[in-house]
């Protein structure tokens, strides 16, 4: 669906929102047997992260839902205000700490727009290769996690050991593996260390095989489909409807992909297909991230074939003061569509910062996902919309 | 006779009850009959008495006092039957003819293996009492998934 | 007084084989969860276990002092009595059920119970309270519920494995463990051969009873209801999990005597494959090679001896299973010794597919688990002992014995696997008919 399609499902819908528990208008259960009100309390196995969820039950079944959060609230937004716009650079690594660098790819990209520069040709593929190597990563802690939740033992260590290897090239380069804060605002300030294209080639040859051992396991298998098929569903409608973005709203159907429709770093030099869903089920959503791992991987070995060569750095200045105004650039983390609104008042540091976090906008749409379904689904569903909750809580 | 409040102890006490009827049958050399009773009531009636136990909120059951003013006529019916029954056993070994025959254990060996005797008596001498049985425990159980079904 | 002494003079060898596998079963249940530790591992590309004892081999030894020296909570409103009897239930149910088991003709703890089979199935179905009245006596409405669907599971699949048995017992007629392992010995066949889908049914059930993954639901801390285990700690949760592996080994031991020949080698009675009675000794052996070639590989001098000296155990065991074979002094104890080793190889076997099956498998959500008890396996094993009694019936008016049966059974077998995918097939159609994860009737209001 192109921009036009979008908004014309967004004007057209009619239905509710989402409601919280309310014990007023009690529903008429099966057996008139009392409603149950339990607490999956913020501290949980499988709720990834400090989320309170109180699901009021008929039996087995969710009649209800309502998400607390706030647990992780650190704020992030506040602090930017603060600090200056390259202080304020290793912060935003510790919202979504499992895909620091797509974070920060945001955030870089988002001044550079203040201040009208562009990074050179060499910082937007590096920072391009390195963007997709992180999509890969947080899709594989999506999976391995997912599918531990559901029962799966194994995948989670093949998972990551794959993830580890990531960690490893990104080690390399900036000194570390989960808040990497890799970029800068301007470019790069590490130049590709020796045998990076060797790394990220060696990477991506052997993890084609890697993906086939997961889908092995999981893809064909008659219970993993029994506990996604049919699960969370989530239509297009709903999904435009609540702002969902992301793997979550390619898998309900609608293809929407800010790398296509509009092009950040170098993503316009490569070709790659963005996968697309139907029913916009659990199973749905699994397939569109295995897939989106695959486009990634392609993406890196078209972008290592040919890194241009040239300055690492656009002429930027030690002391960053953007001229006044605003600016809203978006772009597409693993999650979904990361977007970073940025008011400037002509000083070093910015007058607000706001982070539009995709899980935070994504688990709106978690009551209408798990209404009707069985608890055992509940865990499934959380971890198919796939939230981290230093983003959702900043 | 029942001692104890709480429902679930008192359920423990039944299981151990049946338990003890099923080592009488063990030692009375009818094994098939002990494990069938393990089987069954242990394992499946008793079961189904305390899942409906836990299902059902039985608190408040104990907070209004039932029998204990009866406590004491229990006991003494209780006492009673068990004199009774005791003067019957003590009858039959000094007085023969009266109260109850006297048996003799018969030597092991002797016995058919019991689930041979049992299974050849059910399914040649009683075979018709067997399928009706069969058919009344098929209508009860169809009744029961009837009855439980959702009204939709 | 005089009682007493006479009980003991007979009874004294099963009581001390009692005494003994009670004591020593604590021990082998720890030493298969390290085993299954280490598989884990194996199968997820780590190594498991490493660092107490030589390769993590002091593990469970730790684990069991940890467990023993733990604090003893008990939730405030619990039941005491009934929070002590629930583990004791459970674990007494499942080492009761292992007196009736016999690894070899000459290893049976209950001699010669008529009732064999019978027993062993129905004193480990009373483990079943020991779930439930520890669920009840926690206190904690999680566990209650964890509790009730774990017992819910356990009756549920107890049908389809009873009836699985039945369909095995068809073929011999009596409930006697030595007997059936007679008659697979003289027909030269396995039943798994005769009722395979028997054997699978039994499979399937038997990994419900003891609460295995696929079939964990209750003990999965993923999920809401943290599952009936959840308050007790300290010795009385290892209780419970020596419960569970004990019933595991009962589970493997019941399937291993009906299906798998119990402590018959493989092809017993062909005289000219004798030379499978080397395949004992051969693996051991080979066992004691590999560590000896990997010994001078090991990091540590510690680690290097440990090896060396595994070799060396494994040797001597290779040459105890030899001894009964060449050695004509040592003839008479071929069928203990041997006997011995093929029932824990196959019983081994089993476990090791439960716990390959465990760690490869998602889970059943638990309305999935029950339908597939009720709607799938027992209509199947109904109809499985039908097929095989009409099998049967045939197979004595053609006179056809052991091998022979085989005509007659692959048909039942085949006939069996029919009705399964029809029921399937009836099953996914209702499926799509009904969709019962619609979300739309439930977000009126």
């Not at chain 1, 992780?72 to 919202?95: C, S, W």
């Not at chain 3, 490493?50 to 020296?69: E, N, S």
Request: glycine share 8%.
């Amino acid at each position: 669906m192109e921009l036009r399609a979008v908004s014309k499902a967004i004007s057209s819908f009619k239905g509710k929102t989402a409601l919280s528990i309310d014990t007023k208008n009690d529903h008429k259960t099966l057996l008139g047997a009392d409603e149950l009100v339990i607490n999956m309390g913020p501290q949980h196995p499988s709720t990834h992260g400090v989320l309170r969820v109180k699901l009021k039950l008929d039996g087995e079944r969710v009649i209800g839902s309502e998400c607390i959060i706030g647990y992780l609230h650190r704020g992030v937004e506040k602090i930017a205000e603060n600090r200056t716009y390259q202080q304020f650079a290793p912060y935003v690594d510790r919202m979504d700490y499992v895909a620091a660098v797509s974070s920060g790819l945001g955030y870089c990209e988002a001044v550079e727009k203040l201040l009208v520069t562009e990074a050179p040709p060499r910082a937007r593929v590096i920072r391009t290769i390195l963007t997709e190597l992180q999509r890969i990563a947080s899709h594989l802690l999506w999976l391995g996690t997912h599918a531990l939740d559901i029962g799966a033992l194994t995948p989670l260590f093949y998972c990551f050991r794959e993830r580890e290897e990531i960690l490893k090239i990104f080690e390399k380069y900036c000194g570390a593996r989960l808040t990497t804060h890799a970029f800068r605002i301007g470019g790069l300030q590490y130049e590709a260390y020796d045998t990076f294209e060797k790394d990220v080639e060696r990477f991506c040859k052997d993890f084609e095989s890697r993906i086939v051992e997961y889908e092995t396991l999981l893809t064909e298998n008659r219970i993993w489909i029994g506990r996604t098929k049919g699960v969370g569903i989530l239509t297009a409608a709903d999904a435009v409807a609540f702002g969902v973005t992301g793997p979550v709203l390619r898998a309900s159907g609608v293809k929407w992909d800010i790398r296509k429709a509009a092009p950040y770093a170098a993503y316009d030099q490569y070709k790659f297909e963005i996968p697309v869903g139907t029913t916009g089920d659990t199973y749905d959503r699994y397939l569109v991230r295995m897939e989106e791992m695959r486009q990634s991987r392609l993406i890196c070995l078209q972008a290592i074939e040919n890194i241009p060569a040239g300055p690492i750095m656009a002429k930027v200045g030690k002391v960053l003061k953007p001229p006044p105004g605003e600016v809203y650039h978006a772009i597409e983390a693993p999650k979904g569509e990361i977007g970073y609104y940025i008011v400037s008042d002509g000083t070093v540091m910015p007058y607000r910062v706001h982070i539009r976090p995709p899980s935070f906008i994504n688990l709106q749409a978690f009551d209408r996902m798990v209404r009707g379904h069985l608890v055992a689904d509940v865990v499934a569903i959380i971890g198919t919309i796939d939230i981290v909750l230093g983003e959702v809580d900043r | 006779m029942v001692t104890r409040r709480n429902v679930v102890h008192g359920a423990i006490f039944l299981i151990t009850a049946l338990l003890a009827t099923a080592g009488i049958f063990l030692q009375l050399r009818a094994e098939f009959l002990f494990i069938v009773q393990i089987i069954l009531y242990v394992g499946g009636i008793m079961v189904l008495f305390v899942f409906v136990i836990m299902l059902v909120n039985l608190d408040v059951a104990l907070q209004q006092i039932q029998f204990a003013r009866k406590k004491w006529v229990a006991l003494l019916v209780a006492l009673a039957l068990a004199a009774q029954v005791g003067l019957m056993f003590w009858s039959s070994g000094k007085m023969p003819g009266q109260g109850l025959p006297v048996l003799t254990a018969a030597a092991a060996a002797s016995l058919p293996p019991n689930s041979e005797t049992v299974a050849h008596s059910l399914f040649e001498s009683y075979l018709l009492p067997f399928e009706i049985a069969s058919i009344l425990l098929l209508v009860a159980m169809i009744g029961a998934v009837v009855m439980a079904k959702k009204r939709t | 007084m005089q009682a007493t002494m006479e009980f003991l003079k007979l009874y004294w060898a099963p009581l001390l084989c009692g005494v003994a596998v009670v004591a020593i079963l604590p021990l082998v249940a720890g030493y298969i969860v390290l085993v299954e530790r280490k598989l884990m591992a194996d199968m997820q590309a780590r190594l498991g276990p490493m660092r107490v004892g030589p390769h993590g081999l002091l593990q469970p030894i730790a684990d069991a002092v940890k467990l023993l020296i733990k604090e003893d909570i008990i939730p405030d409103n619990a039941d005491k009595m009934v929070f002590w009897l629930a583990p004791v239930l459970s674990v007494g149910a499942a080492l009761l059920s292992l007196a009736g088991l016999a690894i070899g003709p000459a290893f049976q703890i209950a001699q010669d119970i008529n009732i064999g089979i019978l027993f062993v199935v129905g004193i480990s179905a009373m483990g079943i309270f020991g779930i439930v009245l520890g669920g009840w006596a926690s206190n904690s409405h999680y566990s209650l519920m964890g509790a009730l669907r774990s017992s819910a599971q356990l009756v549920s699949y107890e049908t389809a494995a009873g009836m699985a048995l039945v369909s095995a017992l068809l073929f011999t007629g009596t409930l006697n463990i030595k007997s059936i392992v007679e008659v697979q010995s003289q027909e030269g066949i396995w039943f798994v051969m005769l009722a395979p889908v028997a054997f699978f049914t039994y499979l399937v059930a038997s990994i419900a009873e003891t609460n295995r993954a696929p079939f964990d639901l209750p003990e999965a801390e993923s999920e809401l209801v943290a599952g009936y285990m959840t308050e007790f700690s300290g010795f009385r949760w290892s209780l419970y999990f020596l419960a569970e592996y004990t019933n595991m080994i009962v589970v493997a031991s019941v399937a291993t005597t009906l299906f798998l020949g119990g402590w018959l080698r493989p092809f017993a009675g062909v005289p000219w494959l004798n030379f499978l009675d080397f395949v004992p000794t051969l693996l051991v052996v080979a066992v004691a090679a590999y560590c000896l070639v990997r010994a001078p590989k090991q990091p540590t001098r510690v680690q290097q001896f440990f090896m060396l000296a595994v070799a060396g155990l494994c040797f001597v065991v290779g040459l105890v299973l030899v001894a009964p074979v060449v050695l004509p002094i040592a003839k008479p104890f071929y069928a203990g010794i041997h006997g011995g080793f093929w029932f824990i190889f196959k019983v081994s076997l089993y476990i090791y597919f439960f716990m390959w099956l465990r760690f490869t498998i998602p889970r059943y959500r638990f309305d999935q688990l029950m339908r597939l008890g009720w709607h799938f396996l027992i209509p199947l094993s109904i109809i499985n002992v039908l097929l095989i009694g009409v099998a049967l019936i045939a197979g004595s008016y053609f006179n056809l014995h052991g091998w022979g049966l085989l005509l007659v059974t692959t048909p039942a077998a085949v006939i069996t696997l029919v009705a399964a995918l029809l029921i399937l097939v009836a099953e996914k159609e209702r499926d799509a008919g009904q969709d019962p994860n619609a979300a739309s009737d439930f977000y009126a209001g």
